[in-house]
């Protein structure tokens, strides 16, 4: 099994629409875990933190859910821009040692 | 403020040869991180840097790898010799504590494109 699992996509949504991600992680002594987003032939960019108590920047919600060992990503009002691919990032303590990466799932926001 | 920056961009090899990448953290970040990602997969750790010091180095491939922070700023990492397998794009990330936060949030730089035919 693989310590960061996602759903690699495509997910084809249309603008306007709400999508949501999940990611599964196996260790449960991770203790910090991120979304970051990567357009093509680029590098990952951090979105968002995501902390025990769910937390939101504007048309993003991110969710943790210990006891199942996923965290999730909402993105309400879809835009054409928002399409890339969303890579879920769990460390394991702290946020201090190597993070691990799931391979990403691809969104494509379509007209 | 800078970001992370990583030079070459691009670097084409054969066989044998030696390539070394370099990664300049942003201005006073302590820690520094090497990934890989390779075609199809995700991207993968290969060490930790805080400061100078090595933190951890579990994911470097082998001893065909040498990665130095000498001095605690920049960073290079050498591959020799160089094999097909090593293809992929090399990225560099660093990062602070995040008072108050869970974690240390990493900033990516561009990553070098290393093909090796």
């Known amino acids: 099994r693989k310590e960061v699992e996602q759903d690699p996509g495509p997910f084809n949504v249309p603008e306007g629409a709400t999508v949501a991600f999940n990611c599964t992680y196996s260790?449960?002594?991770?203790?910090?875990f991120f979304w970051y987003r990567q357009d093509c032939r680029k590098e990952p960019k951090l979105l968002m933190s995501?902390?025990?108590s769910g937390n939101e920047d504007g048309r993003f919600t991110a969710q943790l859910n210990r006891a199942s060992q996923y965290i999730s990503l909402l993105i309400r009002d879809s835009k054409l821009s928002d399409s890339a691919t969303y890579l879920c990032?769990?460390?394991?303590?702290?946020?201090?040692?190597?993070?691990?990466f799931g391979t990403g799932t691809k969104l494509q926001v379509i007209p | 403020e800078a970001g992370v920056t990583q030079f070459p961009s691009h670097s084409v090899i054969e066989k044998g040869q030696t390539v070394t990448l370099r990664c300049d953290p942003i201005?006073?970040?302590?820690?520094l991180y090497w990934y890989r990602r390779v075609m199809g997969k995700e991207i993968k750790f290969l060490l930790h840097?805080?400061?100078?010091?090595?933190?951890?180095e579990s994911g470097m491939p082998n001893n065909r790898f040498l990665a130095e922070r000498t001095g605690g700023t920049y960073s290079t990492l050498k591959v020799q010799p160089a094999e097909l397998e090593d293809s992929g794009v090399y990225f560099c990330?660093?990062?602070?504590?995040?008072?108050?936060?869970?974690?240390?949030?990493?900033?990516f730089g561009p990553g070098t494109r290393l093909t090796v035919t």
């Open positions: 840097f805080v400061k100078e010091s090595k933190q951890d």
């Open positions: 260790n449960s002594a991770s203790q910090s």
């Open positions: 990032v769990v460390n394991e303590a702290g946020g201090y040692q190597k993070v691990t």
């Open positions: 995501v902390y025990s």
């Open positions: 990330a660093s990062s602070h504590y995040v008072q108050g936060g869970q974690g240390y949030e990493q900033y």
């Open positions: 201005s006073g970040h302590d820690n």
